[in-house]
C-alpha cells in the first residue's frame, strides 16, 4: 500500500523559507516520478514542481528561482525548498507519485500560509 506523509508546512511571514518533505514507503521509490502540487481555496489543484526517476526537474514559471525539488532515493524522500516565499503560495501543498504501471498515488497534504 502507498503512503506518502508530508511534512514541514507552517506559517511564515511573505520573504521568508519553508522546506517540505514527503516520506514514501509501498513503492519502489526510485521507479517514480515525485511531485508536488498545491491546492488554493476556491482554486483547482495545481502542479508546483516535478523531478522524475532520473532526477531532471520541473517547475512551474511562478516558483522558477524561488523553489527547489529534489530526491533522495536511499531514504525515500521528496523535498521543496520554498524561498522568497509570497501571499500568493499559501495552499495546501500535496505530494505526488506516479509510475506509469500504477498511475499517482497523494499524500494528505500539508498547509502552507504566507502572512504577515
Known amino acids: 500500500q502507498v503512503q506518502l506523509v508530508e511534512s514541514g508546512g507552517g506559517l511564515v511571514q511573505p520573504g521568508g523559507s519553508l522546506r517540505l518533505s514527503c516520506a514514501a514507503s509501498g513503492i519502489s521509490f526510485s521507479d517514480y516520478r515525485m511531485g508536488w502540487y498545491r491546492q488554493a481555496p476556491g482554486k483547482q489543484r495545481e502542479r508546483v514542481a516535478v523531478?522524475?526517476?532520473?532526477?531532471?526537474?520541473n517547475y512551474d514559471d511562478s516558483v522558477k528561482g524561488r523553489f527547489t525539488i529534489s530526491r533522495d532515493n536511499t531514504k525515500n524522500a521528496v523535498y521543496l525548498q520554498m524561498n522568497s516565499l509570497k501571499p500568493e503560495d499559501t495552499a495546501v501543498y500535496y505530494c505526488?507519485?506516479?509510475?506509469?504501471?500504477?498511475?499517482?498515488?497523494w499524500g494528505q497534504g500539508t498547509q502552507v500560509t504566507v502572512s504577515s
Open positions: 523531478i522524475t526517476s532520473d532526477g531532471n526537474t
Open positions: 505526488n507519485a506516479y509510475w506509469i504501471y500504477r498511475g499517482n498515488s
